[in-house]
């Protein structure tokens, strides 16, 4: 089994019904009780994909009724039907609390749409949830069946880095791992490869780490035969499509698509001829996928930097020390440490050099920084060995008097 069939949305029923031991009681009379014929006509409309709202009107029960017996069943499928106002509510407060695959069950959905829909409403997750006993009987299975890892993070609404980093907590190899490779290599190649690196950089970055050095014609085909870069060819639905569009026309990244909704960058492209969305995307920033720079912050950075040390800075803005020197280059601003050299300081570079000053006395004298002034006189040519130090530093006036 090499690929998942369109419709597929759970490769094993989880938990198992529980066959009846022995005899049953007589259970007592309820209105309310479900009947056969109920259940099968339930089970009917929804495999039809129709809507909760027609479902509920069809059997003449409450929606929590429906939505509760649609759970016990545990009835799951690519609903192509539109997201109600109450579905959307019921999402946003439900979202980032419990796993996709939950959501899903309780929606009756499939983990991508859900995941598709939470993208177009902006919402995010913070800590993933733990895993369910449904996520790890779809692991479990999918290993059985030799399936690609993507494939199976797609289906069960994980990240790829998190799959992979719970089958090994579980002890379960993939029959497709490659002979020869170790299950922590071939974690390693997919989490670099989902992350968006060349086959040439992850070789070199793996071989850095201390794993066997691979050619490039035999890594690429063992990552696709692990499930790397490999489409369902599955129908795009409405709320991949909203959600793609709403990518183009806020400038975001593309990379969580591909990773989260189990589709190639090949398949995207597709998709986005398709709906004509090239030349919509605003690429304000790129493809970076970090926080969108606004007016207010460079102004923020404008303002402070160089006069605030860049940890609190960074802290203050919620950004990385990298993105704040990045974005401060772009601006063209200057950091107040690292103003120019005069005459006078290289001057009293190389008279202290040339008269036996300790290094730590020069930096005094010139009330720099340790390593700017360790790199300046590293672009000089000049080497500064162990010196004895002064009792009275000199300042870089006494420095400069030795030339005259």
Not at 201 to 215: L, Y
Request: hydrophobic residues 40%; proline residues 6%.
């Amino acid at each position: 089994m090499t690929d998942l069939a369109p419709d597929t949305v759970e490769l094993v029923a989880c938990p198992a019904r529980a066959e009846p031991a022995g005899r049953l009681r007589e259970m007592a009379f309820r209105a309310d009780a479900w009947t056969p014929d109920e259940t099968a006509t339930l089970e009917r409309l929804f495999r039809d994909d129709v809507p909760i709202a027609g479902i509920v009107a069809t059997l003449g029960r409450g929606s929590a009724g429906v939505r509760d017996k649609i759970v016990r069943l545990g009835l799951r499928r690519h609903s192509q039907t539109a997201w109600s106002p109450d579905e959307d509510a019921w999402l946003a407060r439900e979202y980032g609390t419990r796993p996709a695959a939950a959501l899903a069950l309780d929606l009756g959905r499939s983990c991508t749409a859900v995941y598709a829909r939470a993208g177009t409403l902006g919402l995010t997750e913070d800590n993933p949830p733990k895993w369910t006993e449904w996520e790890d009987a779809q692991l479990r299975a999918g290993f059985a069946a030799a399936i690609p890892v993507a494939q199976i993070a797609t289906l069960i609404g994980r990240p790829l880095s998190g799959t992979i980093t719970r089958a090994s907590n579980m002890g379960l190899r993939h029959p497709n791992n490659p002979p020869g490779w170790t299950e922590a290599e071939a974690a390693r190649a997919l989490t670099l490869a989902a992350e968006g690196h060349r086959y040439l950089d992850i070789i070199e970055t793996m071989v850095a780490e201390g794993f066997p050095r691979r050619s490039k014609a035999g890594f690429g085909p063992r990552l696709r035969k692990l499930g790397y870069g490999r489409g369902w060819g599955r129908p795009w639905s409405a709320e991949e499509d909203a959600l793609l569009a709403q990518v183009y026309r806020d400038g975001t990244s593309r990379t969580p698509l591909i990773e989260r909704l189990g589709r190639t960058i090949t398949s995207i492209n597709w998709r986005v001829e398709h709906l004509g969305l090239r030349g919509t995307h605003a690429r304000r920033d790129g493809f970076r996928g970090g926080p969108v720079w606004t007016e207010a912050d460079i102004a923020t950075l404008r303002e402070h930097y160089g006069k605030m040390p860049m940890d609190e800075l960074a802290t203050k803005m919620n950004r990385t020390k990298a993105s704040l020197f990045t974005r401060a280059n772009v601006l063209g601003l200057v950091h107040g440490y690292q103003r120019a050299w005069s005459d006078e300081e290289r001057r009293a570079v190389r008279l202290a050099h040339a008269h036996g000053i300790a290094f730590p006395d020069l930096v005094a004298a010139l009330g720099r920084n340790y390593a700017g002034v360790y790199k300046f006189v590293e672009k000089q040519g000049l080497r500064f060995p162990r010196r004895p130090r002064h009792k009275v530093a000199p300042t870089l006036a006494n420095i400069l008097a030795l030339g005259d």
